[in-house]
């Protein structure tokens, strides 16, 4: 089957691969359409491509293993879109496989693992002609005209990887949008809405900012977003809650970086919904900071209808935290706790295992003191030291590697309990046991959170065995699960 050639791309498909579920397993079933699939559809569509040009094939919510082929042969696409994720990138090869299989439809690649790799993932997968790094629409929107005044030479759009004959080239960096009050919000105009568990709870997510000015050394945000904070007006983001709040949508989550960077802005937000009298619920999922939060702010929240926040700790060593720059003290982690507890908001911790120079007694400092912090839960990633980040820089030269440097994305992801690398101070079995004991710890403290102290007690002391456990994470993963939550959350 020969090549396709690109002369004139009118029809867009765009595939997104299945995600690892929310204790590390396969078959996760997404909550809510893919933001920043749904972010360059919009724009898209603002740009004037017909909505009936524009395709997405989910591969979390369809069940019909065939479906991507009929769709590519009903549909005819001229390019083929997949995002990538470093979380779990062996799905994301997969899919290239796949399609690479059925059809010779050019394919680009985006997202937040070109971003951390670059020219690499055109040189690992010699099926894919493009690769987009950082923000994606202007890119995307660029080299789509290009490609329809039929251009050969593409070195002048920033942002693009691209090959010109067998070589592989990158272009430099497209400086991040200033404005982003200018980008339409997702409208999930291209996406089958109703299959996704977030229509039964009426819940989805919204980006109120892009970008961190913090230089937490583990962190790759700033490789796909950037080191400076770029917010949307309060009144924007107003618009787009309002616009999900008359369609009936009452729960959104707020999965910014640094949504209370700007104390002033968080707060004219809240003020701003509880002017309008929209009776909804807000989570803080992705974690905010525990130095920028106030006993106002949180009032404040209480009031707009905030139900949950999650704070980025990392840590519960203060040594460890000053060596990845954090910047934060432990007493500050306690006081949001105390404070968000006090206003009656839920709330849970995130920490991290295997930091740079971080021993095993460290390491279980984070345990212990998870173990006494009076949030709902606590979170415990394992640490991936993502290409382009300084603990990367550090691991490299520190650190004894137990997959391949070139080739580790692929293979693992921050829910696996194997660990990536270890060293002398810190070996591969102490780590794994200080991982089992921080998942543990968070299936106990979540269940307890979402079923009851006591329903959730046994419901953790009944699935250890591994059989159970593994079927009660499957159900929980399901679409299922995300239904029983809703309900014993509260949420629809």
């Not at 796909?224 to 949307?232: I, N």
């Not at 934060?328 to 982690?333: A, D, G, N, P, T």
Request: with cysteine; glycine share 8%; net charge positive.
């Amino acid at each position: 089957m020969p090549k396709k050639t690109i002369l004139n791309p009118q029809k867009i498909l765009f595939v997104i691969p299945k995600l690892k579920n929310m204790f590390g397993g396969k078959g996760g079933v997404p909550g809510h359409p893919h933001v920043g699939i749904a972010s360059l559809t919009s724009f898209l569509l603002t740009k004037g491509f017909p909505k009936s040009h524009l395709a997405i094939y989910d591969e979390g919510v369809e069940k019909d293993v065939v479906g991507l082929k009929q769709l590519i042969h009903k549909f005819q696409p001229d390019i083929i879109g997949i995002t990538t994720f470093s979380y779990c990138y062996v799905s994301v090869l997969d899919t290239i496989r796949r399609v690479s299989r059925i059809t010779k439809t050019p394919i680009i690649i985006g997202g937040p693992h070109v971003s951390a790799v670059k020219s690499q993932v055109l040189e690992e997968n010699p099926k894919v002609t493009f690769a987009i790094k950082g923000e994606g629409e202007h890119t995307f929107f660029v080299l789509l005209t290009a490609l329809r005044e039929k251009q050969t030479d593409l070195s002048g759009i920033p942002g693009l990887i691209w090959r010109k004959g067998k070589k592989v080239i990158e272009n430099m960096d497209r400086p991040f949008l200033k404005d982003v009050n200018s980008l339409p919000f997702p409208k999930y105009e291209c996406f089958n809405l109703p299959s996704y568990p977030c229509f039964d709870s009426k819940s989805l997510p919204i980006l109120t900012s892009r970008g961190c000015p913090y230089g937490c050394n583990y962190c790759s945000v700033k490789l796909s977003m950037g080191r400076g904070f770029r917010p949307r007006s309060s009144q924007n983001v107003i618009k787009e809650i309002g616009y999900w709040y008359k369609r009936g949508f009452t729960s959104f989550s707020i999965n910014d970086d640094c949504f209370t960077l700007d104390l002033d802005r968080a707060e004219k937000i809240c003020n701003l919904i509880i002017k309008a009298k929209m009776k909804i619920k807000i989570n803080l999922y992705n974690g905010i900071r525990v130095d920028r939060i106030t006993p106002k702010l949180l009032r404040k929240l209480k009031k707009a209808g905030c139900v949950f926040i999650a704070y980025g700790c990392e840590a519960g060593n203060q040594e460890t935290i000053n060596t990845i720059n954090k910047n934060i003290k432990l007493e500050q982690v306690v006081k949001a706790v105390n404070w968000t507890n006090k206003v009656g908001i839920k709330n849970a911790v995130n920490f991290i295992v295997g930091h740079e120079n971080e021993t095993f007694e460290r390491a279980m400092d984070s345990v212990k003191f998870a173990e006494t912090l009076k949030c709902g839960f606590v979170n415990f990633y394992n640490l991936v030291p993502y290409p382009g980040t300084k603990v990367y820089e550090w691991a490299i030269k520190n650190a004894h590697f137990l997959y391949p440097k070139e080739t580790f994305l692929k293979n693992i992801s921050y829910r696996d309990n194997t660990p990536i690398f270890e060293t002398k101070e810190f070996t591969k079995v102490q780590r794994e046991t200080v991982m089992k004991k921080g998942f543990n710890l968070y299936e106990k403290k979540l269940l307890q959170l979402r079923l009851g102290k006591i329903a959730g007690t046994i419901g953790y002391l009944v699935t250890r065995p591994k059989p159970l456990h593994d079927m009660s994470i499957k159900i929980i993963s399901s679409r299922l699960g995300w239904r029983m939550y809703s309900r014993l959350s509260h949420q629809d």
